[in-house]
């Protein structure tokens, strides 16, 4: 019966949103703006926000439906790594609807696993904006 339990918990009530904005940490990307915040709770729980600015029902359906599915995943990861619990608040943005959930899995695995378990998130790369003193615009 175990397989078949709930695949994660979810964020409904209004206050507890507005909560995770005002307090919760946020973790932009391409596709999601993530706010999240530590929970004294038994499992991560994860809300959802589409507004009328990505597109009809159809897009905010599917940006839900996107990010939902690259949650399930990423919750089994997370709790297999760390005893953490977390609330979750993710954002859609114009381009979900159009992205894969294993895309939005991997923005989850590289930019949010790294700041929940507090290892640097940069690994260097020359594209961070860092200047190697090569500037070719000069």
């Known amino acids: 019966m175990g397989e078949f339990s709930k695949r994660f918990y979810v964020i409904k009530k209004d206050r507890e949103f507005r909560f995770l904005f005002r307090k919760g940490s946020c973790c932009p990307s391409y596709g999601f703006v993530c706010y999240y915040r530590q929970s004294n709770r038994r499992r991560n729980r994860c809300g959802i926000v589409t507004g009328k600015k990505i597109g009809n029902a159809v897009k905010r359906n599917r940006s839900r439906r996107v990010i939902r599915e690259a949650f399930r995943i990423f919750d089994n990861e997370l709790a297999a790594v760390t005893d953490k619990r977390f609330d979750f608040v993710f954002v859609a943005r114009d381009k979900t609807p159009t992205l894969s959930s294993t ?17 640097p998130s940069g690994k260097g790369r020359s594209g961070d904006g860092e200047s190697d003193g090569n500037d070719s615009s000069r």
Do not use: E, F, N, V
């Open 103 to 119: 895309r939005i899995l991997g923005t989850m695995r590289s930019k949010l696993k790294p700041m929940l378990l507090g290892a």
